[in-house]
């Protein structure tokens, strides 16, 4: 069973529009919680960091449940530039981060 | 300021040969990594080091795999000998924290993408 699971997509999506998506993981102890974004054939960047009381950065709103043990995005009024894929990772400890295999967006005019 | 430089960008080698990949970190980061995503997978977690010791190499594959930071600078990753499936694009990454906590972040490199024939 993977770390971080999430659908792979692609999410086709109308510019301005809304899309959410997101990704369980299995470790309870992990510690803490990010959305990295990967550009094709780039390296991943920081998005957001993910708090369990929920956290809103511009057009993106992260969610963590821990209960349930899954974290979700949601970019409102998207953009052609927000095109990537998105990458859910868990820091388990000491920045061993486990990835998971992302979630491709495609925003079409 | 520079971000985080990995050299080479691309490798090409045969299988049995050997490589060796080079991470620069931002300057002052005491903790670097090195991740790894091969084809069609996740981005894996190799090793990560604290200075120039070694905090955890839970993730390193095999002893084919010596990675080493001398001085606490910058950071090798030798492949000796390759193999087929080594293949994939190495990642470094620094980070000033020691603890990446929810207000902390990794700094990755472009990486080295590794191609073994």
């Known amino acids: 069973r993977k770390e971080v699971e999430q659908d792979p997509g692609p999410f086709n999506v109308p510019e301005g529009a809304t899309v959410a998506f997101n990704c369980t993981y299995s470790?309870?102890?992990?510690?803490?919680f990010f959305w990295y974004r990967q550009d094709c054939r780039k390296e991943p960047k920081l998005l957001m960091s993910?708090?369990?009381s929920g956290n809103e950065d511009g057009r993106f709103t992260a969610q963590l449940n821990r209960a349930s043990q899954y974290i979700s995005l949601l970019i409102r009024d998207s953009k052609l530039s927000d095109s990537a894929t998105y990458l859910c990772?868990?820091?388990?400890?000491?920045?061993?981060?486990?990835f998971g295999a992302g979630t491709q967006v495609v925003v079409t005019p | 300021e520079a971000g985080v430089t990995q050299f080479p960008s691309h490798s090409v080698i045969e299988k049995g040969q050997t490589v060796t990949l080079r991470c620069d970190p931002i300057?002052?980061?005491?903790?670097l990594y090195w991740y790894r995503r091969v084809m069609g997978k996740e981005i894996k977690f190799l090793l990560h080091?604290?200075?120039?010791?070694?905090?955890?190499e839970s993730g390193m594959p095999n002893n084919r795999f010596l990675a080493e930071r001398t001085g606490g600078t910058y950071s090798t990753l030798k492949v000796q000998p390759a193999e087929l499936e080594d293949s994939g694009v190495y990642f470094c990454?620094?980070?000033?924290?020691?603890?990446?906590?929810?207000?902390?972040?990794?700094?990755f490199g472009e990486g080295s993408r590794l191609t073994v024939l």
């Open positions: 300057s002052g980061h005491d903790n």
């Open positions: 993910v708090y369990s």
């Open positions: 080091f604290v200075k120039e010791s070694k905090q955890d």
């Open positions: 990772v868990v820091n388990d400890s000491w920045g061993k981060l486990q």
């Open positions: 470790n309870s102890a992990s510690q803490s």
């Open positions: 990454a620094s980070s000033h924290l020691a603890e990446p906590s929810a207000a902390g972040e990794l700094f």
